[in-house]
Structures are given as C-alpha cells and as structure tokens.
C-alpha cells in the first residue's frame, strides 16, 4: 500500500503577508489582500498556503518576533480575517499552514516583559540567563544577525541569550511550563481549522549556550516528539521543520514516516553551495554545479521509504532563483522553467515562494537606505566598519540579501503593480511592467502556464509522488538528468542548467517515449540541448496511455 497522506501530494505555495497585496491602502500586505487573490492561488493548482507570521509583532524581524502567538497584528487584519481565510481557502481546496517562532519570543512578549522585571518572578526562567558582570558577556556567542548573543538587562543584572536579533530572545524549552504554554497555543490554532504548521528554525530550541550549543543540541528530537505527540498527532496535519543543520540521518527522525516528529524536513544544504567554505553567505562563490546535483541526489536517494523532504529553491529569506542560478536576461523564462522542471521533478513536496510563479527576479536598489531588512542593515554597519567598501558589501546584498524575496508581489502593469495604492512598504521591482501575474496568465507560453503543468502533471502522475530516483551522468558539467521509477511508470527529467549549447543525446530506451512538458516551443535539436532547454518524458506502463507528441 501507497503511503498516501495528502500532504505528500501537495503542493505549498508560501506567502510574505507584507508583500502580497494590500487590501487597505496602507502599502503593507495584509490578511483580506490574501483573500482577494485566493483564486489565483486555485488557478495555479497549490493545495496549501504557508503563511509567514501574522500574529502581532513589534516588527523588528518582520513578524518572525512575535508577542502574541493568540492574535494577528492589526497591521494584517484580525482573529475575524484569519478566520475568514482559513474558510475561503478551504473553499477552494486550499489549507492554510501557519508559521510557528517557538525558538524566541519578542521582547515585548508579557511573557518577557514579566521575566525582565526580577529573578523571581514565575516567568524569569521562560528564557535563558546567565549571570554575568556588565560589559562581560557570559561567553562570546555572536548573534545571527549581528552582535553579541547576550543582553545585558539591569534590572536583574543578568544576561539573556538571543541567537537572533536582541528583540528576539531564546525561550527556555528546559522549562516544561514554556512547552506546555506552547502546546495550548498550537491546540488553540488547530481548533480554529488550520491544515498544519511550519516550524521556525526548530532544530535552534534545543540549545546549551555554556557548551555554545545552538543547532541540533542533545535534547532537541525528545522535545519535538512531545510537541508532536501533545499537538500535530491529534490532527492531520502537514507539519514542515525548517532545519539549516540537518543532514540525512537528523531528517529521518525529522520525518519518520510513523508520525513521531513532522511530516517533513525543509532542510538547505543544497542551497548554501554557492558560498565561500566555511565562510558567511555573502561570502560569494560560484555554484559548483556537480556538487548541486549530487547533493539533491543523495537527499532523494537517503530518504527513499524512509523520510520526507521538501522541494524548494526560494523562500523569504533567500534570493531569487532566476537571478541566482539562472539567467535573470536573455534567457529569463527559459531558465525559470528549467529550475522549475528540475524541482518539480524530484521526489517531496514542491513549495513555490510567491512570484516565483512569474520569474521574478532579485533587486537592486541605489544604495543601503533603501533596504528594510534587518540582517542586510546590520551586515552593512558591521562590514564597513571592518573595513569592507560599501560596494563590496552591496554585492553582497544585491546577491543574496533577503529583501530580494520580500519586494512586492508583481499582480499587473499598473502602479506599483497592483500591489497597493498607497506608497509600498518597500519599493516594487521597477521590472513589473514586463513581469506581473496579468500579463502571464492568459499565456500558455508563460512561466505561470508553466508552473501549472508541473502542478497538474503531479496531481496525474502518481511516478511524481512515489517514484525512486537515480541521477544520470553525474559528472557532466552542463547536464541535469535523472529517472524516477515506481514500478510501474518511468520518467526522465533532462535540463541543460547554463546558458550555453550542451551536447546530448537521449539514454537507450527513451526514444520512443512521450513527452510530458517541455520549455521549448520547437522541436528538439539532434545531439544538443540548447540553452537551459528541459523537458520530462514518460514512459507508461500501459502502452497507448500517453500521446506520442514528439
Ligand atoms: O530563519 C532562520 C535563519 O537561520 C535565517 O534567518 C538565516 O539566518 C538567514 O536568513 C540566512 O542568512 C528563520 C526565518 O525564516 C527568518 O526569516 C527569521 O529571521 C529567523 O528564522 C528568525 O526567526
Ligand atoms: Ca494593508
């Protein structure tokens, strides 16, 4: 018997709130903007909605800083319009799967602002301190976006530790009234009807900051089985871990497919190639493409019958694909709708960050006053201070700075992109009069056209779910090739990944076989794949099953 929990079908479309469309004429994307565009969303053909944070925030790391886990941000809308998304997305066949930050809390959490006053009272121990003289941090643990991971506060005299910004401090998970607090929470949501939960940095609760344990710490897999068993278990839920230090084994426990933990691992090991070792992200290197092929293949390969893994190239915090390891030019649709084929082709749940349906592309704004986030702001304050010139720094920034993610969403070719009326929370992608959502959904030939064949073509053909995987010709330079086969149907995923003409000819035994999508309009070339060329073929178990349209 199939394993066939409907989140291994899915497809998850992720949604910035901030950006997707506003509703109110404010410039900020908020909960009724999600409603109006619900069917595209259905047009598109995604099964589920990740919504980055909309409980109510100071902001600081936009939203991932939350100070009330029971209650949107009036700058999204309220409990009322959350409400009312969850009802009409499941109206549409669409669930709705919240962002959980159950690592740190805001600081301007009653939870925090009770524990800052004194060393006894009842929520002191929510959060993690150490004693310490001023000026001395207890050890010299940085912060991920910047600065010492320890804040020194007054009124206790004692340090708190914060991996993220100093607005975001680390919630205790040694305490077992935190995690108890945390389950209500999680029960009270589910009760509300949503389909699942991602997990923000999940594998960073389990932390020892005296070992300078952060990632991965001994505790970490028994606190997840509780906060499974005490929550998702009682629901059928996808529930997704975002985890940047798993690898292989970890993400067997992550998604043992008995239940005990998630349903999945959204893991990034094949997204940090393209950096220098051992170094930062804006440390850049160019992607060392075998490398990027036999990574993805040894996740598909490793987790076959035993776990589960998410497809994905972007997210909110990563820039965009095109621009990253396609070809934001030329050759934008192109390669847009290679990187999709090569994904979408692959075992796991396929996640589409918005706009990635269109190509959109990373932006570069004149100088650093122009960007909102608050790890490029910081990184750009401590690299010049160390020396780095400005306009290394914004190389940097310009390749992998998160706000390339989180510009507008591109709906049309009026101002600002249908975006909003008012003035927008960050400028829009001067690019949206060539890419936007009106102009690409009435053409088949579009990457959104393109997008939606892929969905549909794993909606048809159970191979996409369940099919194992084997990589061809490994170490070929230009070439990304792999089989999946469920023993009963094959398929072949060809993509020319650069920019330039590859020589290539088809493995014995495909010749014949149909040809599900393709990203060229014209015939194939004999002996070449051109560039960023890709197409999926099949061969069906029962002959006759598929048009032979090459
Ligand atoms: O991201 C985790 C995380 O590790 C990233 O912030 C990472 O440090 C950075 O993007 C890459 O340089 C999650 C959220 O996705 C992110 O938006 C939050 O800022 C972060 O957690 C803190 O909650
Ligand atoms: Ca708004």
Same mark, same amino acid.
């Not at 100071?58 to 009802?87: C, H, R, V, W």
């Not at 020194?152 to 009234?177: A, C, I, M, R, T």
């Not at 099919?467 to 089989?483: K, R, V, W």
């Given at each position: 018997?199939?394993?066939?929990?409907?989140?291994?079908?899915?497809?998850?479309?992720?949604?910035?709130?901030?950006?997707?469309?506003?509703?109110?004429?404010?410039?900020?994307? /908020?909960?009724?903007?999600?409603?109006?565009?619900?069917?595209?969303?259905?047009?598109?053909?995604?099964?589920?909605?990740?919504?980055?944070?909309?409980?109510?925030?100071?902001?600081?790391?936009?939203?991932?800083?939350?100070?009330?886990?029971?209650?949107?941000?009036?700058?999204?809308?309220?409990?009322?319009?959350?409400?009312?998304?969850?009802?009409?997305?499941?109206?549409?066949?669409? +669930?709705?799967?919240?962002?959980?930050?159950?690592?740190?809390?805001?600081?301007?959490?009653?939870?925090?602002?009770?524990?800052?006053?004194? +060393?006894?009272?009842?929520?002191?121990?929510?959060?993690?301190?150490?004693?310490?003289?001023?000026?001395?941090?207890?050890?010299?643990?940085?912060?991920?976006?910047?600065?010492?991971?320890?804040?020194?506060?007054?009124?206790? !005299?004692?340090?708190?530790?914060?991996?993220?910004?100093?607005?975001?401090?680390?919630?205790?998970?040694?305490?077992?009234?935190?995690?108890?607090?945390?389950?209500?929470?999680?029960?009270?949501?589910?009760?509300?009807?949503?389909?699942?939960?991602?997990?923000?940095?999940?594998?960073?609760?389990?932390?020892?900051?005296?070992?300078?344990?952060?990632?991965?710490?001994?505790?970490?897999?028994?606190?997840?089985?509780?906060?499974?068993?005490?929550?998702?278990?009682?629901?059928?839920?996808?529930?997704?871990?975002?985890?940047?230090?798993?690898?292989?084994?970890?993400?067997?426990?992550?998604?043992?497919?008995?239940?005990?933990?998630?349903?999945?691992?959204?893991?990034?090991?094949?997204?940090?190639?393209?950096?220098?070792?051992?170094?930062?992200?804006?440390?850049?290197?160019?992607?060392?493409?075998?490398?990027?092929?036999?990574? &993805?293949?040894?996740?598909?390969?490793?987790?076959?019958?035993?776990?589960?893994?998410?497809?994905?190239?972007?997210?909110?915090? &990563?820039?965009?694909?095109?621009?990253?390891?396609?070809?934001?030019?030329?050759?934008?649709?192109?390669?847009?709708?290679? &990187?999709?084929?090569?994904?979408?082709?692959?075992?796991?749940?396929?996640?589409?960050?918005?706009?990635?349906?269109?190509?959109?592309?990373?932006?570069?704004?004149?100088?650093?006053?122009?960007?909102?986030?608050?790890?490029?702001?910081?990184?750009?304050?401590?690299?010049?201070?160390?020396?780095?010139?400005?306009?290394?720094?914004?190389?940097?920034?310009?390749?992998?700075?998160?706000?390339?993610?989180?510009?507008?969403?591109?709906?049309?070719?009026?101002?600002?992109?249908?975006?909003?009326?008012?003035?927008?929370?960050?400028?829009?992608?001067?690019?949206?009069?060539?890419?936007?959502?009106?102009?690409?959904?009435?053409?088949?030939?579009?990457?959104?056209?393109?997008?939606?064949?892929?969905?549909?073509?794993?909606?048809?053909?159970?191979?996409?779910? /369940?099919?194992?995987?084997?990589?061809?010709?490994?170490?070929?330079?230009?070439?990304?090739?792999?089989?999946?086969?469920?023993?009963?149907?094959?398929? &072949?995923?060809?993509?020319?990944?650069?920019?330039?003409?590859?020589?290539?000819?088809?493995?014995?035994?495909?010749?014949?076989?149909?040809?599900?999508?393709?990203?060229?309009?014209?015939?194939?070339?004999?002996?070449?794949?051109?560039?960023?060329?890709?197409?999926?073929?099949?061969?069906?178990?029962?002959? !006759?099953?598929?048009?032979?349209?090459?």
């Amino acid at each position: 018997m199939k394993d066939r929990r409907w989140w291994k079908t899915a497809v998850v479309y992720q949604i910035y709130p901030r950006s997707f469309q506003d509703s109110n004429g404010d410039g900020i994307g /908020d909960l009724q903007g999600i409603v109006s565009r619900l069917d595209y969303l259905k047009e598109l053909g995604i099964d589920a909605i990740w919504l980055s944070p909309v409980c109510r925030s100071p902001q600081d790391d936009n939203g991932y800083d939350i100070s009330d886990y029971q209650d949107i941000d009036p700058m999204f809308g309220t409990l009322k319009d959350m409400d009312e998304l969850i009802a009409e997305a499941k109206k549409r066949g669409i +669930r709705i799967i919240l962002d959980l930050v159950l690592n740190h809390s805001s600081d301007e959490h009653r939870w925090f602002q009770e524990a800052k006053k004194s +060393r006894d009272n009842p929520y002191h121990d929510y959060y993690v301190w150490r004693d310490g003289e001023e000026g001395t941090p207890p050890n010299d643990m940085r912060a991920a976006f910047g600065g010492s991971a320890w804040q020194w506060v007054p009124e206790v !005299g004692q340090y708190y530790f914060h991996q993220f910004s100093v607005k975001q401090p680390d919630l205790n998970w040694e305490n077992p009234k935190v995690r108890r607090e945390i389950y209500d929470m999680i029960l009270w949501w589910m009760a509300r009807g949503v389909g699942g939960f991602r997990l923000d940095v999940i594998d960073q609760i389990a932390k020892e900051p005296d070992k300078k344990i952060t990632g991965n710490g001994p505790r970490l897999h028994e606190f997840i089985r509780e906060l499974s068993r005490e929550t998702f278990q009682k629901g059928d839920l996808l529930t997704v871990g975002e985890a940047w230090g798993a690898d292989t084994e970890r993400a067997k426990l992550y998604s043992n497919p008995d239940g005990s933990e998630f349903s999945m691992v959204f893991q990034f090991e094949h997204m940090v190639l393209d950096q220098e070792e051992g170094k930062e992200k804006w440390d850049l290197a160019p992607l060392p493409f075998v490398k990027l092929k036999k990574t &993805l293949a040894k996740w598909q390969n490793q987790l076959e019958g035993c776990g589960w893994n998410s497809l994905f190239w972007e997210n909110h915090d &990563l820039p965009r694909i095109v621009s990253r390891w396609g070809d934001d030019g030329e050759y934008r649709e192109l390669s847009a709708k290679m &990187l999709a084929v090569v994904l979408h082709g692959m075992q796991g749940t396929p996640f589409v960050y918005q706009g990635e349906e269109l190509g959109m592309t990373n932006v570069r704004f004149p100088d650093i006053t122009w960007y909102q986030d608050i790890e490029s702001i910081n990184l750009y304050r401590e690299r010049t201070a160390a020396g780095y010139t400005s306009e290394e720094v914004m190389e940097s920034i310009y390749a992998k700075g998160r706000d390339n993610a989180r510009t507008p969403m591109q709906w049309d070719a009026s101002e600002n992109a249908g975006f909003t009326e008012a003035k927008p929370w960050i400028p829009v992608n001067p690019n949206y009069r060539e890419i936007n959502a009106a102009s690409q959904i009435k053409d088949p030939s579009s990457v959104f056209s393109f997008y939606q064949n892929l969905i549909s073509l794993r909606k048809t053909w159970p191979v996409f779910v /369940d099919g194992d995987f084997s990589l061809l010709f490994p170490e070929d330079p230009q070439i990304f090739a792999y089989t999946r086969d469920d023993g009963d149907t094959r398929l &072949l995923v060809c993509a020319n990944f650069t920019g330039e003409k590859a020589a290539f000819h088809l493995p014995a035994g495909w010749e014949g076989a149909g040809r599900l999508i393709r990203n060229y309009e014209d015939a194939p070339e004999e002996g070449v794949l051109r560039p960023y060329e890709a197409f999926i073929l099949a061969i069906p178990s029962h002959a !006759g099953e598929l048009e032979q349209n090459q």
